[in-house]
């Protein structure tokens, strides 16, 4: 077995932070296994990208800088990491667990008939075992997987539940240029939409987030005359002119639950829970969120969780480290004051 890959994934020719978390993760199994930590950086600007994990403790790097890889397509690319799989056999193929590296690395494994492990959370080595730490069911139970001592295991890294090494400018990498397998008119999707991630802060990589509701429609304030959806309205306002103002003087990212999305109150790029993101900050303030089980699977993990909301029975209450029951209108610019004077902003 020859080393330890992991995909760096890039947007517009850049690394995306959690791409830096799965090479730490990375850097721990190939240390543990005595094999080479191997940088896989495809696309645009895939040198200089390759050059900067160096920094952040690849030894080696592949990198394929070619048209046809230049915005992310799962077809060209599963071709290129399945044909490096098959060549080189890597103990172990890892990826930051977001949507495109959870495609990529199931495609890859399905067709290297490979296991997958997805959204861990730790690994351990003990005697040259590894083994892999993850949820289950929604969150509710952690199970520990065995990493496959012979053949190639795939695996995906949440966000933010491994640090980053601390950046090495001098550090250096064997960088190998290789092909890709496909060509333009052998590929057949032209272009995969993308959805841009609103606000100052991606979601995923935030420290803080500040979420909201559906709550958020019980604003006080009222829509112009003639409106024609005034619950959208309100909650919109509600958005833009209360929570985003309190994310703002935190530098946090702004997240919403599933029902506010649905009503159309904010885009789904904000989404956390079982079919939106998987979020693990360092405080996770919760506004008018009754706290649904597909909620919590969604940020269960975060560190410290705030939940804003005037029914005391809400489920989030017992999550919560601390809980300020109240109407979420009257508390969040109450609470974005006190933290401006705090901050001195
Ligand atoms: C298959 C499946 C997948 C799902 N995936 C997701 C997912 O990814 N993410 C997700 O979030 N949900 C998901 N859901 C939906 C989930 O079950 C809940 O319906 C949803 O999370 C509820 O959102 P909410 O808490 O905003 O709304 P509600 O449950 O309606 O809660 C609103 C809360 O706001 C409070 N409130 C109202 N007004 C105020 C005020 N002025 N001040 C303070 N508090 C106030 C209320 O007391 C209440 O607790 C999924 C459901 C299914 C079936």
Same mark, same amino acid.
Request: hydrophobic content about 45%.
């Given at each position: ?20 978390? $799965?090479?730490? #993760?990375?850097?721990?199994? /190939?240390? *543990?296994? @005595?094999?080479? =930590?191997? %940088?896989?950086?495809?696309? +645009? ?43 080189? $056999?890597?103990? #172990?193929?890892?990826?930051? /667990?977001? *949507?495109? @590296?959870?495609? =990529?690395? %199931?495609?890859?494994?399905? +067709? ?51 640090? /980053? ?7 250096? %990498? ?172």
């Amino acid at each position: 077995m020859s080393a330890v890959y992991v995909w760096i994934e890039t947007f517009d020719g850049k690394a995306v932070p959690a791409s830096w978390e $799965a090479l730490a #993760a990375g850097k721990m199994l /190939a240390d *543990s296994f @005595g094999v080479p =930590l191997t %940088a896989l950086v495809f696309g +645009d600007n895939a040198s200089a990208v390759a050059s900067e994990a160096a920094f952040y403790g690849a030894s080696k790097a592949l990198v394929s800088d070619d048209a046809t890889l230049k915005d992310f397509r799962l077809e060209p690319y599963a071709a290129l990491l399945t044909k490096l799989v098959q060549d080189n $056999a890597p103990r #172990a193929v890892l990826a930051a /667990a977001t *949507s495109r @590296g959870r495609e =990529l690395l %199931a495609a890859s494994a399905a +067709d290297t008939d490979s296991p997958m492990l997805s959204d861990v959370l730790k690994l351990e080595v003990n005697d040259g075992k590894a083994t892999a730490e993850r949820a289950a069911y929604a969150g509710k139970v952690l199970s520990d997987a065995a990493v496959v001592a012979d053949g190639t295991q795939f695996i995906t890294i949440r966000s933010r539940a491994f640090k /980053a090494a601390t950046p090495d400018a001098s550090a250096k %990498a064997d960088i190998t240029t290789v092909q890709p397998v496909l060509s333009e008119d052998q590929i057949v999707t032209k272009s995969e939409g993308f959805e841009a991630e609103v606000g100052t802060v991606n979601l995923t990589d935030a420290a803080i987030i500040v979420s909201g509701g559906r709550g958020m429609a019980n604003n006080p304030k009222e829509p112009p005359a003639g409106t024609d959806k005034p619950d959208v309205w309100k909650a919109q306002d509600g958005f833009q002119n209360v929570l985003q103002p309190l994310a703002d003087v935190l530098g946090a990212a702004v997240g919403a639950s599933r029902a506010a999305v649905d009503a159309g109150y904010i885009p789904y790029a904000h989404q956390v829970g079982q079919t939106g993101k998987t979020v693990s900050p360092d405080l996770y303030i919760a506004c008018g969120i009754s706290g649904a089980i597909q909620h919590q699977a969604g940020m269960r993990t975060s560190k410290i969780i705030v939940a804003i909301n005037k029914d005391p029975e809400a489920p989030i209450f017992k999550m919560a480290r601390y809980g300020l029951v109240g109407d979420l209108y009257q508390i969040i610019p109450a609470l974005t004051e006190e933290v401006k004077k705090r901050l001195g902003k």
